[in-house]
């Protein structure tokens, strides 16, 4: 069975200063990995996708994240924190047999804080 | 293009009420899912429907139910609701179904509260 995890449940960080989130992942097969963005009391929003072609992924304002197959691994990057970049960030695997788990597997989730 | 639109978007409803959402997904999408979002369980799956039909099930009891209209329009239902019901619902639309790697484009949600 496919699965997410997500290593730190909160991040917190300086405005101006790098981001990273952690996620690994475990599939049987070739994966599609996401990331999404929810925003307080808002839905979620894709930040970027991988689907098996070039492993460094470029999203949404600014940010990245690396396909690691040797470490099963997506972390998700951005060079410089704003301040509404504060949210809550979900990396999720797609399982493509569906299935009682659903097309989409969450991880439980990393909010990110932003200070001023 | 519209995206997504869950309505209601806040409901409160007690204890044995039965509660209906409704999810309009992007124009051209036949496939619609519905997750469960609460701070103890995270995101959970509950269902799927492409073309009316449910494809997949996630692990709820069968007080969660759901149905596709031939506009791809699709609505769940809670019946006798109780206390943990409460949490934000989120539709998801695609172009495809699940098993590709489209992707999926999700809607505001509902927020249910159950008293």
């Known amino acids: 069975a496919q699965s997410v995890t997500q290593l730190d449940s909160h991040v917190s960080v300086s405005e101006g200063t790098p981001v990273l989130l952690r996620c690994n992942y475990s599939?049987?097969?070739?994966?599609?990995l996401f990331w999404y963005v929810q925003h307080p009391n808002k839905g979620l929003q894709l930040l970027l996708k991988?689907?098996?072609?070039?492993?460094l992924v470029k999203g949404i304002n600014g940010f990245e994240a690396e396909f690691k197959k040797s470490e099963t691994s997506f972390h998700l990057t951005k060079p410089s924190a704003h301040m509404s970049d504060a949210a809550e960030y979900f990396c999720?695997?797609?399982?493509?047999?569906?299935?009682?788990?659903?097309?989409?597997?969450f991880g439980k989730g990393t909010k990110l804080s932003v200070k001023p | 293009k519209a995206g997504v639109t869950q309505t209601p978007r806040y409901l409160i409803k007690t204890r044995g009420q039965q509660v209906t959402l409704s999810c309009s997904p992007i124009?051209?999408?036949?496939?619609v899912s519905w997750y469960q979002q609460t701070p103890g369980q995270g995101l959970q799956f509950l269902f799927e429907?492409?073309?009316?039909?449910?494809?997949n099930k996630g692990n709820f009891p069968g007080r969660f139910s759901g149905r596709q209209f031939s506009n791809s329009r699709s609505e769940m239902n809670v019946s006798t609701l109780e206390l943990g019901d409460s949490a934000l619902y989120l539709c998801?639309?695609?172009?495809?179904?699940?098993?590709?790697?489209?992707?999926?484009?999700f809607g505001a949600g509902t927020r249910l509260s159950v008293l």
């Open positions: 998801a639309s695609s172009s495809e179904p699940s098993g590709s790697k489209n992707i999926q484009y």
């Open positions: 599939s049987s097969y070739s994966p599609s």
């Open positions: 991988y689907t098996s072609a070039a492993t």
């Open positions: 999720v695997v797609s399982d493509r047999r569906g299935g009682s788990q659903g097309n989409l597997i």
């Open positions: 124009s051209g999408h036949r496939s």
């Open positions: 429907y492409f073309s009316e039909t449910q494809r």
